[in-house]
């Protein structure tokens, strides 16, 4: 406490009554010295039991009001008025440093949940990404297989006979027909003829060979991409219903902590209101030698703060030193 406190004077009684160790009035007043020599010396730091104090000063001025040392009562009270508005000064101030402890374990709190929230939710993503590569995976090399095996069957099936056109075959029958009658010369132009119409027919049923192929190659290349498409199509809308439920749940979560925050402020906002109202009632009392956090403590463990600070209260042993901490 940075104020000077006012120096009290010794009673005008004799030496051996002030220093006798039989006399109650004596010891009270040694121990009040002792007190103020104390509050001098080492202060009023936040280790001092301010409550022993005031109940020593009080008993010591109530002494002096017996004895009609009105003066030597006035400074004792001067004292006493600074030991109550010191202790109140730790109360406000240990009030203002437990409601912030509490904001920042919410905070702290909420933040160790929501980074939870964040690595569950990330691994059922990776998870799913991990299937749906996989899923992919498995449909490409079932594609893969599948043409590999259209392409072996087009390419080792050949057709057995080819079938040519009714001239063609007229004409091979008029080159044998020649050659049994040794008109060599007439069966070697026929032959030639029929090689050339042979070599054009031979043509066509290959092109038209590779034009099947090509269609059926094409179709099933189509399916094939029909068929991804819907794979992905499929997961996107499973990852899509993933996003939605992570979403919901995150906004389940902020909610639940902005319910806990508004509470908490709410409370504690109770709590400064009626401090504040009690200690300034109680700075207008001045018959009474108790601090306000006495009276505050004590309002706390009847209810009048409400239910939950009572119960808080009845936990901590309802002391006011336990309130002040």
């Known amino acids: ?152 069957e087009m390419t080792n099936t050949e057709p057995r006979h080819v079938k040519y056109s009714k001239d063609l075959l007229n004409l091979r029958t008029i080159q044998q027909s020649l050659a049994t009658q040794r008109a060599y010369g007439d069966a070697h132009k026929v032959k030639l003829k029929g090689d050339k119409i042979e070599a054009i027919e031979f043509e066509k049923i290959s092109r038209e060979k590779q034009e099947l192929y090509e269609r059926k190659e094409g179709k099933i290349l189509q399916r094939h991409q029909q068929e991804f498409a819907a794979l992905r199509k499929r997961m996107a809308s499973r990852k899509l219903e993933l996003e939605r439920a992570r979403k919901k749940e995150l906004e389940m979560l902020l909610m639940r902590y902005n319910n806990v925050r508004r509470g908490l402020e709410a409370q504690q906002n109770i709590i400064r209101s009626k401090t504040g109202n009690l200690l300034l009632k109680h700075a207008n009392n001045k018959k009474s030698d108790n601090s306000g956090s006495t009276v505050i403590v004590s309002s706390m463990a009847s209810g009048a703060f409400g239910p939950s600070l009572k119960k808080r209260q009845y936990v901590e042993g309802g002391s006011p030193n336990a309130s002040m901490q």
């Open 1 to 152: 406490m940075s104020t000077e406190l006012p120096r009290i004077h010794s009673p005008n009684t004799s030496a051996g009554g002030a220093g006798g160790g039989g006399d109650p009035s004596s010891q009270l007043e040694m121990m009040a010295r002792k007190v103020l020599e104390e509050i001098a010396t080492v202060g009023t730091s936040a280790d001092v039991q301010l409550d022993e104090y005031i109940k020593i000063l009080a008993e010591y001025r109530d002494e002096c009001e017996r004895r009609a040392q009105y003066k030597e009562a006035e400074l004792v009270q001067h004292v006493l008025k600074h030991l109550r508005l010191e202790e109140e000064t730790r109360h406000v101030r240990g009030l203002t440093d437990q409601q912030e402890l509490e904001r920042r374990g919410l905070e702290e709190a909420h933040g160790l949940e929501f980074q939870n929230f964040n690595k569950i939710w990330n691994e059922k993503i990776d998870a799913f990404e991990e299937y749906q590569l996989d899923e992919e995976g498995r449909l490409l090399e079932r594609h893969s297989n599948e043409l590999s095996t259209f392409h072996a």
